[in-house]
């Protein structure tokens, strides 16, 4: 009974975490390391809030899959901050953070062995969520 009432409010925290570091941080000048803290935060609370909407039940593989696509993806942005374009080169964001990503780990979660294709689609659906909510903050 605890157990369930515990899922059945996970989407409401996770939800009143986004809004909240939304509001409090949104236009915030914050150093590196704690503005990248706080982003990822709030990207990995996305990423959880879409899983329970699309998939309540989830196997542990496809939960990992997408906390690791969600907040992962921000790598991309290392090189840019250490001086090099090589994936931005003409744009704001790396290429890397587009929805092609999605389509790739997508490809790759039909053409994987079952034992990682659950991995690969949550990495999927957490690349997905993380685009999304760039898009909606800006």
Do not use: C, Q
């Not at 939304?22 to 390391?33: E, G, K, T």
């Amino acid at each position: 009974m605890a157990r369930r009432t515990l899922l059945s409010v996970t989407p409401f925290l996770l939800l009143f975490l986004v809004i909240g570091i939304d509001a409090r941080y949104r236009h915030a000048d914050l150093p590196v390391i704690k503005e990248a803290v706080v982003d990822e935060t709030a990207h990995l609370a996305t990423a959880l809030l879409v899983l329970l909407g699309v998939a309540p039940r989830m196997s542990l593989l496809r939960l990992s899959g997408t906390v690791i696509g969600g907040t992962a993806i921000d790598v991309d942005h290392l090189p840019a901050m250490a001086g090099s374009l090589v994936l931005t080169e003409g744009t704001n964001r790396p290429y890397t953070h587009s929805f092609l990503t999605v389509v790739l780990l997508i490809i790759l979660g039909v053409a994987l062995p079952a034992w990682i294709r659950e991995f690969a689609w949550g990495a999927s659906l957490g690349v997905a969520s993380h685009l999304l909510r760039d898009m909606a903050t800006g």
